[in-house]
C-alpha cells in the first residue's frame, strides 16, 4: 500500500501564480523529501526536510512538515512553464541513508503559459 | 552531485526474451542501490534493495526469479527480466546511495515487451 498520498492528484494554474502540494503518510518518519519528475524522465531531488524540522525553503521552493498530522506541503512560487512536472513526496525512515524510500502518488503540475 | 546512469535508456523486445537494464554510479562508490519500477501516471513503487556482495532484498510480491539483480561491483547495478511479458513493460529507475548520504536516481529504463 501506498505509504503517501497526495493531493491534488492534478493542478493547473496561471504562469506566475503560486502551487500548493500536499502530501499524507502514515508511519513515523526520520525524512520527508521532495522530487520532481519531467514526462518520462528520472527524478531530480528538490528538498529534504527531517522530523524534527517544522519549514525549511530554498529558492522559490517552501516545505512544511506536520508531524502531528502526518503531512507536508510544497509550495512553489511565482511558477513558471519550466516547473511543470510531476512532483513526488517519499519518506524514509532512516538518518538519511541508504534506507528505501517510500513515495507518494504524486501531483501532475501544468503551468499554464 | 553525484551522477547515476543506466542504460538503455529504451529497450524494445519480443515477449519470452530476457533484457538487462545497467545502472551505474559514474562519481562515487554506492553501498546500497535499489530498483523501482513505475507504471504510466502512478507513483514509484519499490522493487528490492541490492547492497554490494551480497543478495538482493525484494519486496513483496516481486518475483525474485524473474527479477534477477546483481550488484556486483561499488559501481554497478543490473537487473535483468527475465522471460518478459507484455505486462512487465514499464519504466525501470534505480537509485544508489553511499553510507553517508542520500540516493541519487538514474534517468530511468523504459521497457516495452511486444
Known amino acids: 500500500s501506498q505509504q503517501g498520498e497526495e493531493d491534488p492528484q492534478a493542478l493547473s494554474i496561471q504562469e506566475g501564480e503560486n502551487a500548493t502540494m500536499n502530501c499524507s503518510y502514515k508511519t513515523s518518519i526520520n525524512n520527508l523529501q521532495w522530487y520532481r519528475q519531467n514526462s518520462g524522465r528520472g527524478l531530480v531531488h528538490l528538498i529534504l526536510?527531517?522530523?524534527?524540522?517544522r519549514e525549511k525553503h530554498s529558492g522559490r521552493l517552501r516545505v512544511t512538515l506536520d508531524t502531528s498530522k502526518k503531512s507536508s506541503s510544497l509550495l512553489i512560487t511565482a511558477s513558471r512553464a519550466a516547473d511543470t512536472a510531476s512532483y513526488f513526496c517519499a519518506t524514509d525512515g532512516s538518518n538519511f541513508g541508504n534506507e528505501k524510500l517510500t513515495f507518494g502518488t504524486g501531483t501532475r503540475l501544468t503551468i499554464i503559459p | 552531485g553525484a551522477v547515476v546512469s543506466q542504460h538503455p535508456s529504451r529497450v524494445i523486445c519480443k515477449s519470452g526474451t530476457s533484457v538487462k537494464i545497467e545502472c551505474r554510479s559514474l562519481d562515487f562508490q554506492a553501498t546500497t542501490m535499489f530498483w523501482y519500477r513505475q507504471f504510466p501516471k502512478q507513483s514509484l513503487m519499490l522493487m528490492a534493495t541490492s547492497n554490494e556482495g551480497s543478495k538482493a532484498t525484494y519486496e513483496q510480491g516481486v518475483e525474485k526469479d524473474k527479477f534477477l539483480i546483481n550488484h556486483a561491483s561499488l559501481t554497478l547495478s543490473t537487473l535483468t527480466v527475465t522471460s518478459a511479458h507484455p505486462e512487465d513493460s514499464s519504466f525501470y529507475i534505480c537509485?544508489?546511495?553511499?553510507?553517508?548520504?542520500?540516493?541519487?536516481f538514474g534517468p530511468g529504463t523504459r521497457l516495452t515487451v511486444l
Open positions: 526536510i527531517r522530523s524534527n524540522e
Open positions: 537509485s544508489a546511495s553511499h553510507d553517508q548520504g542520500e540516493q541519487f
